[in-house]
């Protein structure tokens, strides 16, 4: 594989380039407008330069908003909080279920467990729509409208599947007899659990758990359907910057640049497990 | 007491039967080989035994305990896999140190432990790598150092050199059955090289199609195999089979090779006028000179030198291949016309038809699971 | 004391049957999601009912009136032609185009570890604002996108307000979000595979096409079955990106199943019509995961054959 | 209170300082708004507790639900008083106006007992009525026991008034006597024409009179004020917001109706008469040739916005939505005016389509008579007032806010041309929709076809055509039609 020609690494290089332009920028678009007010933001035809201004993150981490209609209270410092909270715990969770049930579904071909596992994932193609409704009514019942108890248990139907079907392909992947010669060694089925499946697959959690949080992140609609004003996540938060009186894309711009950071930090954290598959270099070869 | 015995075990895979009805005994410090083709089931024996599958019927018992239904982990056993399992996550000294910890041994009985069955195997140096960064050969002493050092009284070593290149493998050859007997372990050995086998075992099992074909010393095995297929697989080179209709005349039984009458020592008045395959290990066959005594005319078609030996290729005048063997510097033929002739004492004879050898005795031949 | 004694006393603690260990594993998932299955059951009641919610009144059992009415409806044909066109499209080109930067990205370096955890950052953008985000930058006036198309000689380019370009669109900005996800799943693929064919391959001066599609993408199979599958019901159910930048429109260009489904429900409040159609979802995504997963299975079966 | 904010307070008092700047200086003393608002508004509220008991319901507490807008800003800013009035607690919840209506719609179809009031339109009414979420608000109104005597219902604009009352029945008339009273007016929309002084000035064009002027006017503006500005600006989104704003507004100038009621109460679609038809292929060649360019997508948002930054000339929109694109960071704000628009040379006035943001009590509420005090007294007079001479409470619902001097000042002072334009065009304003429950699917459907029209899709006659017959469809399988 190291015999690439010269003309193939330009090729590769400018491949990779339109790539990142395509993807950076609108990304890079967005940082920018975060540093500008609407006026400069719409300008005909649009334009690079601009005065930059920390108004926008100023409005919103303070929870100040000056529009056209005066000042405006926002909460988006309490939605971000919110998301991580809704994020962390619904991930946090669905791992706990999801990575065990994986491993069964990997390890041991049981009656139904294929029955299982489909069901599990045929939760992913409810459309929310679907449940949304009879959920309120049933949530309002058992006193679980408006908790977030009631939230995180919803945001498992976007985090379980996802990490169920995941990390069971990368338990999978990890060759049998290497807990086998665990256990024969005197191991406990638990043990090798966790000293075994869980570091080799590790770099598969990270990704699926990753994947999840993004998703449960993005999400708005169980949330703004289910529960009150303060317990909103961070995309309901953003549109409340299309107010009446005009969209404020500086404000929008510089809270996506905020609802991404932590989860940017968290994937930089991450990255080497994320990138780096399974773990497995040694045993297949 | 670590003997092993299985009684009637079956194990399926969906309507596949992977095991039929075995039946097998391994006495205390005895080295068993498993020897047979891929997919003959020896794997699956050794992982039934090991306790990481479950048999579909039969028992498995350790020590005289049925330990059927006990989890691996409570079998006492050691088991090198064929391609080493090593944890990739785990430096070598902690791959070999893991059957300790389980035994929640202190960390001053792991060291010394993990250390000395180290040095036995040459690979003090190599602990703190991780298998990533071990070559095979060392992958597979940490694999077999791993099995060791517990010191476990039953070994399950499934083909452990077979991943390895030729020379490690000729010396590990020589030095695994000193080290067998030293631990004085009861040892199942799976391997698909005869050679391998016949080194290391006490007692052979061959296997194939999830049966035990033939249970023997390895010189039993050699000399007197139960079949075509076990003949074939011994042997280097391959056993000469070829299609004979035995006879009889006054001297006793013969068959006809290139018109001259070989007569054949054994018990095969069965065998006369039924279609036959004769098998001549290669080194039953000798170059003589013309008009010897059951010289039979060949042309010399190849020579090529083999181990110590020098196997010759020739072709009789019904242009039948048959495959010469004799020890290197030894004179012999290397083209041209030759005679040879046969040692009918060491001739095999087998039933065309069925491939099971004509005349045992002294051979134990193993049938759905009955011990014979 | 032998090793075998010691640990043989070991049964009596802490155990789990064998037979029953699996399912003790997967039980709470499994629960936890059962939960919502009596909502969804609820549902499918629901699609059995003429219900609409400004007509309590006239709220009974239709049976299959619901299903039945859209076999003649042009507008549920049209639903289900332009979700499955875009679901079709998203999913083939986020995955050629995942699968290309995957195998870009491949080889194990900090810059690339970089660029393809940067490029991750359109996933972390809600789908909604992005949506709000792309509206913006392809207004005619505001727009860089629409400046930049102008400077290559695209002056009147429409975008999403154009019939014949608000697919393009909507699935330009699909691509953008997603094809991040299915890139690091392969690329995760990607760097699990053993080396040894690649290797042996090189030695043997085998063409790379040939070792393209006969080593690296039948091995890579099941993870581009996972990330396919994932992407594809997420696709064939995509809200977001379509309502934010056109709410289905121009004309009836992007009625998918989740816009008219989300439009009969919170505008018209018809409860019976828009549970049906997600019914109907329900029933298509059924029927094209099953696909996927006896795929998937039979290819891991024969994968682990092969080990 | 520190110095800094009684200096700041009196300063405005004073007439130094205007609201913004007040606010602006409070909140860099670290004051909210809201409680400005508050100081400013005490002397009212003691004026209020006169003749009625207030604290009937001390030490309850309702809740809201809002949308984040500046009707609830205003609203939340004088709050403080309503508690100090009654002694009650008033809770809310806003959310953003992009997925306010699906929140209002998800709490109720759950019959949630959550919240007590809420915010609507009243076009959501003739949804939330039938369906038995909102309580009809006659029994309150009407009880002297319950409503204190300055309440004035009278007071309310009827055209407004009227229009948030309906009986109920497909096809029935809006402000009828047996109509029920959804919800109560809080604040309305016109929809007339905002335009760019400058703009027009500079391509020469007046305010256009009618339709035929307005597509001139457009196309002129277009073609020579450059820049990239087109001439006129209206929704165009595949929703019923593209349909009731000036839309309606011209095409009910024209006599035109959405549907036809029957002597029976059976509805059928009215919008394929020959009349209709000409209608539409003014306004959609208006567009083709003046209109944004990516009309389709265009909701308030880039209606509003385009014209804020100058990328339009004019809209024929909401008066409120100009309003706020006057002020603000706009690049346009000080630089827009307004003038009433009549479509119809033969018509003797305008007739705008209205909006309304009200205010309605959820069925599920414990307490109405409690929730009925807090409606009453942020639908009253003072703080109709409070909000449209302090906030940007525009437009009021009641008349004697448009009478005050203040106010009319006010938007005079830095809105040319609104107060002329309100007082030539409240008279005529009313919702000029059918009432009836399948108002969504019905405008959703206009809208698609207006966006098959503008793209060519469909010749204009042949699309109404297949509107009326799908609609009339639609009518007779919901029982209607």
Same mark, same amino acid.
């Given at each position: 594989m190291e015999h690439t020609s010269l003309l193939e690494r330009i090729l590769r290089g400018v491949a990779l380039t339109l790539v990142v332009v395509f993807f950076m920028f609108p990304i890079a678009w967005i940082f920018m407008m975060s540093f500008q007010t609407n006026e400069t933001i719409l300008r005909i035809p649009p334009q690079l330069i601009f005065e930059p201004t920390l108004a926008n993150y100023t409005a919103l981490i303070t929870g100040k908003l000056v529009t056209a209609a005066g000042t405006l209270d926002i909460a988006f410092m309490r939605n971000l909080w919110n998301s991580v909270f809704l994020s962390v715990t619904s991930v946090a969770v669905s791992l706990l279920l999801g990575v065990p049930a994986a491993y069964a579904f990997a390890r041991h071909k049981f009656r139904g467990s294929e029955d299982i596992a489909f069901t599990l994932l045929s939760f992913k193609f409810a459309p929310a729509l679907l449940v949304l409704l009879p959920l309120t009514l049933y949530f309002q019942k058992l006193g679980l409208a408006n908790t977030y108890i009631g939230l995180i248990w919803v945001y498992q139907l976007i985090c379980l599947p996802l990490i169920l079907w995941i990390v069971r392909g990368y338990f999978e992947d990890i060759p049998a007899d290497i807990e086998y010669a665990y256990r024969i060694g005197g191991h406990s089925w638990f043990a090798t659990f966790r000293k075994i499946a869980l570091p080799l697959a590790g770099p598969g959690i990270a990704a699926a758990g990753l994947l999840a949080f993004i998703f449960a992140w993005n999400n708005f609609v169980f949330a703004l359907v289910l529960a009150s004003a303060d317990k909103q996540p961070v995309t309901v938060g953003a549109l409340a910057f299309i107010t009446s009186s005009g969209i404020q894309y500086g404000q929008i711009s510089a809270a996506i640049v905020l609802s991404i950071t932590p989860t940017l930090a968290l994937a930089l954290y991450a990255q080497r497990y994320l990138v780096e598959g399974l773990s497995l270099g040694a045993v297949k070869g | 007491m670590a003997s092993l015995e299985l009684r009637n075990v079956v194990k399926r895979y969906k309507s596949q039967t992977v095991l039929d009805n075995l039946s097998l005994t391994v006495a205390d410090g005895e080295t068993l080989v498993l020897f047979g083709p891929s997919g003959a089931g020896k794997t699956v024996l050794l992982r039934l035994v090991a306790g990481v599958i479950d048999p579909d019927e039969g028992k498995i018992l350790i020590g005289g305990d049925d330990m059927t239904d006990v989890d691996a982990e409570f079998r006492g056993i050691g088991m090198a896999f064929q391609n080493f399992?090593?944890?990739?996550?785990?430096?070598?000294?902690?791959?070999?140190?893991?059957?300790?910890?389980?035994?929640?041994?202190?960390?001053?009985?792991?060291?010394?432990?993990?250390?000395?069955? %180290?040095?036995?195997?040459?690979?003090?140096?190599?602990?703190?790598?991780?298998?990533?960064?071990?070559?095979?050969?060392?992958?597979?002493?940490?694999? $077999?150092?791993? %099995? $060791?050092?517990?010191?476990?009284?039953?070994?399950?070593?499934?083909?452990?050199?077979?991943?390895?290149?030729?020379?490690?493998?000729?010396? &590990?050859?020589?030095?695994?059955?000193?080290?067998?007997?030293?631990?004085?372990?009861?040892?199942?050995?799976?391997?698909?090289?005869?050679?391998? %086998? &016949?080194? $290391?075992?006490?007692?052979?099992?061959?296997?194939?199609?999830?049966?035990?074909?033939?249970?023997?010393t390895p010189e039993q095995i050699y000399r007197e195999p139960a079949n075509i297929e076990i003949a074939r697989l011994f042997g280097d080179p391959t056993i000469n089979l070829l299609d004979v209709k035995p006879a009889r005349d006054t001297r006793g039984i013969y068959v006809g090779l290139s018109n001259v009458q070989v007569h054949l020592a054994g018990a095969y008045e069965t065998a006369v006028g039924r279609d036959c395959v004769i098998g001549l290990r290669p080194e039953a066959l000798s170059f003589v000179e013309e008009g010897a005594p059951g010289a039979i005319p060949v042309t010399v078609e190849a020579e090529t030198p083999l181990n110590e030996k020098i196997v010759t290729l020739v072709r009789t005048v019904r242009g039948r291949e048959v495959l010469v063997s004799r020890p290197a510097g030894t004179p012999g033929r290397s083209e041209g016309k030759a005679h040879i002739s046969v040692d009918g004492k060491s001739a095999l004879l087998f039933d065309h038809a069925s491939g099971e050898r004509i005349g045992s005795k002294n051979v134990v031949i193993l049938r759905n699971g009955e011990a014979a | 004391?032998?090793?075998?004694?010691?640990?043989?006393?070991?049964?009596?603690?802490?155990?789990?049957?064998?037979?029953?260990?699996?399912?003790?594993? @997967?039980?709470?998932?499994?629960?936890?999601?059962?939960?919502?299955?009596?909502?969804?059951?609820?549902?499918?009641? !629901?699609?059995?009912?003429?219900?609409?919610?400004?007509?309590?009144?006239?709220?009974?059992?239709?049976?299959?009136?619901? !299903?039945?009415?859209?076999?003649?409806?042009?507008?549920?044909?049209?639903?289900?032609?332009?979700?499955?066109?875009?679901?079709?499209?998203?999913?083939?080109?986020?995955?050629?185009?995942?699968?290309?930067?995957?195998?870009?990205?491949?080889?194990? @370096?900090?810059?690339?570890?970089?660029?393809?955890?940067?490029?991750?950052?359109?996933?972390? *953008?809600?789908? +909604?604002? +992005?949506?709000?985000?792309?509206?913006?930058?392809?207004?005619?006036?505001?727009?860089?996108?629409? !400046?930049?198309?102008?400077?290559?000689?695209?002056?009147?380019?429409?975008?999403?307000?154009?019939?014949?370009?608000?697919?393009?669109?909507?699935?330009?900005?699909?691509?953008w979000v997603y094809t991040p996800f299915i890139m690091i799943l392969l690329l995760a693929g990607l760097r699990s595979l053993p080396t040894q064919p690649f290797e042996a391959a090189a030695l043997d001066g085998v063409p790379r096409s040939f070792v393209f599609f006969r080593?690296?993408?039948?091995?890579?199979?099941?993870?581009?079955?996972?990330? *396919?599958?994932?992407?594809?019901?997420?696709?064939?159910?995509?809200?977001?990106?379509?309502?934010?930048?056109?709410?289905?429109?121009?004309?009836?260009?992007?009625?998918?199943?989740?816009?008219?489904?989300?439009?009969?429900?919170?505008?018209?409040?018809?409860?019976?019509?828009?549970?049906?159609?997600?019914?109907?979802?329900?029933?298509? *995504? !059924?029927?094209? @995961?099953?696909?996927?997963?006896?795929?998937?299975?039979?290819?891991?079966?024969?994968?682990?054959?092969? +080990? | 209170m520190h110095e800094k904010e009684k200096d700041l307070i009196d300063a405005f008092l004073r007439g130094q300082v205007d609201r913004r700047g007040l606010i602006k200086g409070l909140g860099a003393v670290g004051l909210a708004a809201g409680t400005a608002g508050t100081l400013l508004n005490l002397g009212q509220t003691r004026a209020l507790a006169a003749d009625f008991d207030w604290k009937a319901h001390k030490g309850k507490t309702i809740k809201l639900l809002l949308n984040k807008h500046p009707y609830a800003d205003a609203m939340i800013a004088d709050l403080e008083n309503f508690k100090q009035l009654t002694g009650m607690n008033v809770v809310y919840d806003v959310f953003p106006e992009d997925v306010y209506f699906d929140k209002v719609t998800a709490a109720l179809s759950a019959s949630s007992p959550e919240y007590d009031a809420f915010m609507t339109g009243a076009y959501m009414t003739w949804t939330y009525g039938p369906a038995g979420w909102i309580t009809d608000l006659n029994e309150w109104i009407k009880d002297p026991a319950k409503t204190n005597p300055n309440y004035a219902w009278d007071d309310f604009l009827p055209g407004v008034k009227n229009s948030c009352a309906w009986n109920g029945k497909p096809g029935g008339a809006l402000g009828s006597d047996d109509a029920k009273q959804w919800c109560i007016p809080w604040g309305f929309e016109q929809n007339n024409i905002t335009y760019n002084k400058a703009m027009f000035d500079k391509a020469g064009v007046t305010?256009?009179?009618?339709?035929?002027?307005?597509?001139? =006017? =457009?196309?002129?503006?277009?073609?020579?004020?450059?820049? #990239?500005?087109? #001439?006129?600006?209206?929704? #165009?989104?595949?929703?019923? =917001?593209?349909?009731?704003?000036?839309?309606?507004?011209?095409?009910?100038?024209?006599?035109?109706?959405?549907?036809?009621?029957?002597?029976? #109460?059976?509805?059928?679609?009215?919008?394929?008469? =020959?009349?209709?038809?000409?209608?539409?292929?003014?306004?959609v060649q208006m567009i083709q040739e003046s209109g944004p360019k990516d009309w389709s997508t265009y909701t308030w948002y880039q209606v509003g916005t385009d014209l804020g930054a100058g990328a339009s000339a004019m809209i024929f929109d909401a008066d409120i939505l100009g309003y706020f694109m006057n002020g603000g960071d706009n690049k346009m704000a000080g630089k827009l005016a307004f003038a009433s628009f009549k479509a119809n040379p033969a018509a003797k006035a305008p007739t705008p389509n209205i909006w309304i943001w009200s205010l309605a009590m959820s069925n599920f509420s414990k307490d109405k008579d409690a929730t009925w005090y807090f409606m009453q007294w942020a639908s009253g007079p003072e703080h109709g007032l409070f909000g449209a001479t302090k906030m940007d409470f525009v437009n009021p619902v009641r008349q004697s806010v448009w009478k005050d001097e203040m106010f009319r000042d006010k938007l005079n002072k830095s809105y040319p041309g609104y107060v002329e334009m309100f007082d030539a065009s409240a008279p005529g304003a009313s919702i000029k929709f059918t009432a009836q429950p399948l108002f969504f699917d019905l405008t959703t459907e206009w809208a698609a076809t207006l966006q098959k029209m503008v793209a060519k899709e469909v010749p204009v006659d042949e699309g109404l055509d297949k509107l009326a017959e799908s609609i009339d469809g639609q009518l007779k399988e919901a029982g209607l039609g």
């Amino acid at each position: 594989m190291e015999h690439t020609s010269l003309l193939e690494r330009i090729l590769r290089g400018v491949a990779l380039t339109l790539v990142v332009v395509f993807f950076m920028f609108p990304i890079a678009w967005i940082f920018m407008m975060s540093f500008q007010t609407n006026e400069t933001i719409l300008r005909i035809p649009p334009q690079l330069i601009f005065e930059p201004t920390l108004a926008n993150y100023t409005a919103l981490i303070t929870g100040k908003l000056v529009t056209a209609a005066g000042t405006l209270d926002i909460a988006f410092m309490r939605n971000l909080w919110n998301s991580v909270f809704l994020s962390v715990t619904s991930v946090a969770v669905s791992l706990l279920l999801g990575v065990p049930a994986a491993y069964a579904f990997a390890r041991h071909k049981f009656r139904g467990s294929e029955d299982i596992a489909f069901t599990l994932l045929s939760f992913k193609f409810a459309p929310a729509l679907l449940v949304l409704l009879p959920l309120t009514l049933y949530f309002q019942k058992l006193g679980l409208a408006n908790t977030y108890i009631g939230l995180i248990w919803v945001y498992q139907l976007i985090c379980l599947p996802l990490i169920l079907w995941i990390v069971r392909g990368y338990f999978e992947d990890i060759p049998a007899d290497i807990e086998y010669a665990y256990r024969i060694g005197g191991h406990s089925w638990f043990a090798t659990f966790r000293k075994i499946a869980l570091p080799l697959a590790g770099p598969g959690i990270a990704a699926a758990g990753l994947l999840a949080f993004i998703f449960a992140w993005n999400n708005f609609v169980f949330a703004l359907v289910l529960a009150s004003a303060d317990k909103q996540p961070v995309t309901v938060g953003a549109l409340a910057f299309i107010t009446s009186s005009g969209i404020q894309y500086g404000q929008i711009s510089a809270a996506i640049v905020l609802s991404i950071t932590p989860t940017l930090a968290l994937a930089l954290y991450a990255q080497r497990y994320l990138v780096e598959g399974l773990s497995l270099g040694a045993v297949k070869g | 007491m670590a003997s092993l015995e299985l009684r009637n075990v079956v194990k399926r895979y969906k309507s596949q039967t992977v095991l039929d009805n075995l039946s097998l005994t391994v006495a205390d410090g005895e080295t068993l080989v498993l020897f047979g083709p891929s997919g003959a089931g020896k794997t699956v024996l050794l992982r039934l035994v090991a306790g990481v599958i479950d048999p579909d019927e039969g028992k498995i018992l350790i020590g005289g305990d049925d330990m059927t239904d006990v989890d691996a982990e409570f079998r006492g056993i050691g088991m090198a896999f064929q391609n080493f399992a090593l944890f990739p996550h785990m430096t070598a000294f902690d791959n070999i140190a893991t059957p300790l910890e389980a035994k929640r041994s202190s960390q001053s009985v792991i060291k010394a432990g993990v250390e000395s069955v %180290a040095k036995l195997l040459k690979i003090a140096h190599v602990l703190s790598h991780k298998p990533r960064a071990l070559s095979n050969g060392q992958k597979q002493r940490t694999a $077999l150092a791993r %099995a $060791l050092v517990g010191s476990p009284p039953l070994l399950l070593l499934d083909d452990p050199l077979r991943n390895v290149d030729a020379k490690l493998r000729f010396e &590990m050859r020589l030095e695994l059955p000193r080290l067998l007997a030293d631990r004085g372990a009861t040892v199942v050995y799976v391997t698909q090289d005869y050679k391998e %086998a &016949m080194a $290391l075992g006490d007692r052979i099992a061959v296997m194939s199609q999830g049966v035990i074909r033939q249970l023997g010393t390895p010189e039993q095995i050699y000399r007197e195999p139960a079949n075509i297929e076990i003949a074939r697989l011994f042997g280097d080179p391959t056993i000469n089979l070829l299609d004979v209709k035995p006879a009889r005349d006054t001297r006793g039984i013969y068959v006809g090779l290139s018109n001259v009458q070989v007569h054949l020592a054994g018990a095969y008045e069965t065998a006369v006028g039924r279609d036959c395959v004769i098998g001549l290990r290669p080194e039953a066959l000798s170059f003589v000179e013309e008009g010897a005594p059951g010289a039979i005319p060949v042309t010399v078609e190849a020579e090529t030198p083999l181990n110590e030996k020098i196997v010759t290729l020739v072709r009789t005048v019904r242009g039948r291949e048959v495959l010469v063997s004799r020890p290197a510097g030894t004179p012999g033929r290397s083209e041209g016309k030759a005679h040879i002739s046969v040692d009918g004492k060491s001739a095999l004879l087998f039933d065309h038809a069925s491939g099971e050898r004509i005349g045992s005795k002294n051979v134990v031949i193993l049938r759905n699971g009955e011990a014979a | 004391m032998t090793a075998a004694t010691t640990q043989r006393a070991g049964p009596s603690g802490f155990r789990i049957s064998k037979r029953v260990l699996p399912y003790v594993l @997967s039980l709470p998932a499994l629960l936890v999601c059962i939960g919502i299955l009596i909502p969804f059951l609820t549902s499918v009641v !629901y699609s059995f009912q003429r219900y609409r919610l400004s007509q309590p009144w006239a709220r009974q059992f239709n049976w299959g009136d619901n !299903y039945i009415s859209f076999f003649t409806d042009p507008k549920f044909w049209n639903t289900l032609k332009v979700s499955l066109l875009y679901a079709g499209t998203t999913v083939v080109l986020e995955l050629l185009l995942g699968l290309a930067i995957a195998m870009l990205l491949q080889k194990r @370096s900090t810059l690339n570890n970089f660029i393809s955890i940067m490029l991750l950052m359109p996933l972390m *953008t809600a789908p +909604a604002l +992005a949506a709000l985000m792309w509206k913006l930058m392809t207004n005619p006036g505001f727009g860089v996108l629409s !400046y930049l198309a102008s400077l290559i000689g695209l002056q009147d380019f429409r975008w999403a307000s154009s019939p014949s370009t608000a697919l393009f669109t909507v699935v330009l900005v699909d691509i953008w979000v997603y094809t991040p996800f299915i890139m690091i799943l392969l690329l995760a693929g990607l760097r699990s595979l053993p080396t040894q064919p690649f290797e042996a391959a090189a030695l043997d001066g085998v063409p790379r096409s040939f070792v393209f599609f006969r080593i690296t993408l039948p091995m890579l199979t099941p993870y581009i079955l996972t990330a *396919t599958l994932f992407r594809l019901l997420d696709s064939i159910q995509q809200f977001d990106i379509i309502y934010a930048m056109t709410q289905g429109g121009p004309g009836d260009t992007l009625t998918v199943f989740q816009v008219e489904a989300y439009l009969n429900f919170f505008q018209s409040t018809n409860v019976g019509r828009s549970a049906a159609l997600m019914i109907i979802l329900w029933a298509i *995504t !059924y029927f094209l @995961s099953n696909i996927f997963i006896k795929n998937w299975l039979r290819l891991r079966e024969r994968a682990r054959g092969q +080990a | 209170m520190h110095e800094k904010e009684k200096d700041l307070i009196d300063a405005f008092l004073r007439g130094q300082v205007d609201r913004r700047g007040l606010i602006k200086g409070l909140g860099a003393v670290g004051l909210a708004a809201g409680t400005a608002g508050t100081l400013l508004n005490l002397g009212q509220t003691r004026a209020l507790a006169a003749d009625f008991d207030w604290k009937a319901h001390k030490g309850k507490t309702i809740k809201l639900l809002l949308n984040k807008h500046p009707y609830a800003d205003a609203m939340i800013a004088d709050l403080e008083n309503f508690k100090q009035l009654t002694g009650m607690n008033v809770v809310y919840d806003v959310f953003p106006e992009d997925v306010y209506f699906d929140k209002v719609t998800a709490a109720l179809s759950a019959s949630s007992p959550e919240y007590d009031a809420f915010m609507t339109g009243a076009y959501m009414t003739w949804t939330y009525g039938p369906a038995g979420w909102i309580t009809d608000l006659n029994e309150w109104i009407k009880d002297p026991a319950k409503t204190n005597p300055n309440y004035a219902w009278d007071d309310f604009l009827p055209g407004v008034k009227n229009s948030c009352a309906w009986n109920g029945k497909p096809g029935g008339a809006l402000g009828s006597d047996d109509a029920k009273q959804w919800c109560i007016p809080w604040g309305f929309e016109q929809n007339n024409i905002t335009y760019n002084k400058a703009m027009f000035d500079k391509a020469g064009v007046t305010i256009p009179g009618n339709m035929d002027e307005m597509v001139a =006017a =457009a196309a002129k503006l277009t073609k020579d004020v450059g820049g #990239g500005v087109y #001439g006129i600006g209206v929704r #165009g989104s595949r929703s019923w =917001a593209t349909i009731h704003p000036g839309f309606l507004s011209a095409y009910a100038n024209f006599d035109q109706k959405d549907l036809n009621v029957s002597a029976d #109460g059976k509805l059928s679609a009215a919008m394929n008469t =020959a009349q209709s038809k000409a209608f539409h292929k003014q306004w959609v060649q208006m567009i083709q040739e003046s209109g944004p360019k990516d009309w389709s997508t265009y909701t308030w948002y880039q209606v509003g916005t385009d014209l804020g930054a100058g990328a339009s000339a004019m809209i024929f929109d909401a008066d409120i939505l100009g309003y706020f694109m006057n002020g603000g960071d706009n690049k346009m704000a000080g630089k827009l005016a307004f003038a009433s628009f009549k479509a119809n040379p033969a018509a003797k006035a305008p007739t705008p389509n209205i909006w309304i943001w009200s205010l309605a009590m959820s069925n599920f509420s414990k307490d109405k008579d409690a929730t009925w005090y807090f409606m009453q007294w942020a639908s009253g007079p003072e703080h109709g007032l409070f909000g449209a001479t302090k906030m940007d409470f525009v437009n009021p619902v009641r008349q004697s806010v448009w009478k005050d001097e203040m106010f009319r000042d006010k938007l005079n002072k830095s809105y040319p041309g609104y107060v002329e334009m309100f007082d030539a065009s409240a008279p005529g304003a009313s919702i000029k929709f059918t009432a009836q429950p399948l108002f969504f699917d019905l405008t959703t459907e206009w809208a698609a076809t207006l966006q098959k029209m503008v793209a060519k899709e469909v010749p204009v006659d042949e699309g109404l055509d297949k509107l009326a017959e799908s609609i009339d469809g639609q009518l007779k399988e919901a029982g209607l039609g």
